[in-house]
């Protein structure tokens, strides 16, 4: 049996509600992956789209603002819960119904009439890719193990960040295209093929994963957990664009204070011998901390040079959004060289990445200040974007290789909701302090705001990246 799954027998014993014939592995790692995919696309996709869609429904600011984020809003809040339902119930049952709520969402998103309809849509599509998403690294896990599991969460993580690029570049050639008059919708409507080849080749032939635990599910921890994330995204994503009002700092000490009342009382939890939402042992592990924080500075800085560089091209330099979406495709390249590429690297070698990754990332971020203060933006920068997505990816790849390194499959579903929340809220915070930068940069240097946000980028980056180095190291040191 470990043979088969890749983890001890004790935790994939096969119940009757097993399939009974499951997918060959590659062919399970081609199924979810499309499913990430899709959850990765919609992610950016559209931010491109976002002018034909208000002049189409007459939104108003604040609603095309509801319409962006409300699925980012709900895929965040809702993941931790998705995970551990998944863990409970199945990681292949679990995928199979996220798969079938998001593609009947995209749907609804590609045809609706009215902005409440849309907005509704775009929620219940995140709440599907909070179900959906947390299982894929699951089901990685509990598949494959060894030199394979490295190759595969390789795949993963390239799936995982260049699918935010690549959303990009895809809204701007389908808005662009207009296929058969159609506008923007073709950004949702091509969710819908691909959701139904997924359930097609993956219904009843996913692995169900380790046993549920006999607990009740922590649904207070999921409240508390719920309550905080909002209160700390909506005045983040908000906040900027409607210039830091009052309620904003209220509701982000809030958010705070609740998230500190979750930390307590899943402590309690465990402390009681209960199954918490997140148990505060699999973050003691050694360097699991360090390593989510470092996963969590690279998103952020990705999340703020994605937003500002698409405002920067489009609003400074009047480039369309096809051009704007195609600029990152060298990022996205840089990205997926990384991520299939570094475990050909001799171990020694691997051992210095993340420092390096962070190093590098910095680097790219001052050159790009340097190459845009005339207020251009010239082929040299491109090349640049190549070699900041080759360091994310690197960098991001080693950090979730050893975060899961030696956490065993029993915590899979709860590390998975870790993971998927720390590579979704991330691009929340990047956008919103990242944006602030840009369009304040008037009132506090005399910088380009191109420049300036750049250079704190890449301050930002060097600081975690020693932060960061030091404890993996050690957590890595042997004895």
Do not use: K
Request: aromatic residues 8%; hydrophobic residues 55%; positive net charge.
């Amino acid at each position: 049996m470990a043979g088969v799954l890749g983890t001890p027998a004790r935790f994939v014993a096969v119940d009757r509600a097993e399939p009974r014939r499951l997918l060959a592995p590659w062919a399970l790692a081609a199924a979810v992956l499309a499913g990430q995919a899709m959850a990765s696309l919609d992610s950016a996709i559209v931010n491109v789209a976002g002018p034909a869609i208000q002049a189409d429904l007459r939104l108003s600011g604040p609603v095309l603002q509801l319409a962006v984020y409300s699925y980012l809003l709900a895929y965040a809040v809702t993941l931790i819960t998705g995970a551990r339902l998944g863990g409970r119930h199945g990681f292949g049952r679990l995928f199979t119904w996220g798969i079938a709520i998001f593609t009947l969402s995209s749907l609804a998103c590609g045809l609706a009439v009215t902005p409440a309809m849309l907005v509704a849509a775009r929620t219940v599509q995140g709440v599907g890719a909070a179900v959906m998403v947390p299982q894929v690294l699951s089901l990685l896990q509990v598949t494959f193990h060894g030199e394979r599991r490295r190759r595969i969460l390789s795949l993963y993580g390239l799936v995982l960040a260049a699918g935010v690029a690549a959303g990009q570049v895809l809204g701007g050639i389908l808005v662009s295209a207009d296929l058969f008059g159609t506008g923007w919708r073709p950004i949702f409507l091509v969710n819908v093929p691909a959701g139904l080849a997924v359930l097609a080749c993956a219904a009843g032939r996913l692995p169900r994963g380790p046993g549920a635990a006999a607990d009740r599910l922590d649904l207070a921890g999921a409240g508390w957990l719920a309550a905080a994330i909002l209160a700390l995204v909506v005045p983040l994503t908000f906040g900027a664009d409607t210039g830091w009002p009052a309620w904003s700092w209220p509701v982000l000490a809030l958010g705070a204070a609740a998230l500190a009342c979750f930390t307590r009382y899943e402590a309690r939890l465990a402390r009681q011998g209960r199954e918490p939402l997140i148990d505060p042992a699999l973050l003691a592990g050694p360097g699991v901390r360090s390593g989510l924080v470092g996963i969590f500075s690279l998103h952020a800085s990705y999340g703020g040079l994605l937003f500002t560089i698409a405002l920067y091209l489009q609003h400074a330099l009047r480039e369309s959004p096809l051009r704007s979406g195609l600029t990152f495709a060298g990022y996205a390249a840089g990205f997926a060289a990384a991520s299939v590429t570094w475990t050909r690297l001799p171990a020694a070698w691997q051992s210095r990445l993340p420092a390096a990754a962070f190093g590098a990332f910095a680097a790219a971020a001052g050159l790009l200040a340097w190459l845009t203060s005339s207020g251009t933006w010239p082929w040299q920068a491109t090349a640049v974007l190549v070699i900041a997505g080759a360091a994310h990816g690197a960098g991001f790849d080693t950090l979730v290789h050893r975060t899961t390194a030696d956490v065993p499959a029993r915590d899979a579903a709860s590390l998975s909701g870790i993971l998927a929340t720390i590579n979704q809220l991330p691009m929340v915070t990047g956008i919103a302090l990242a944006g602030t930068l840009y369009l304040s940069a008037g009132r506090i240097t005399a910088l380009p705001p191109m420049s300036l946000v750049l250079l704190a980028l890449g301050s930002a980056l060097a600081v975690t990246g020693l932060a960061v180095s030091v404890p993996l190291a050690r957590a890595r040191r042997p004895g």
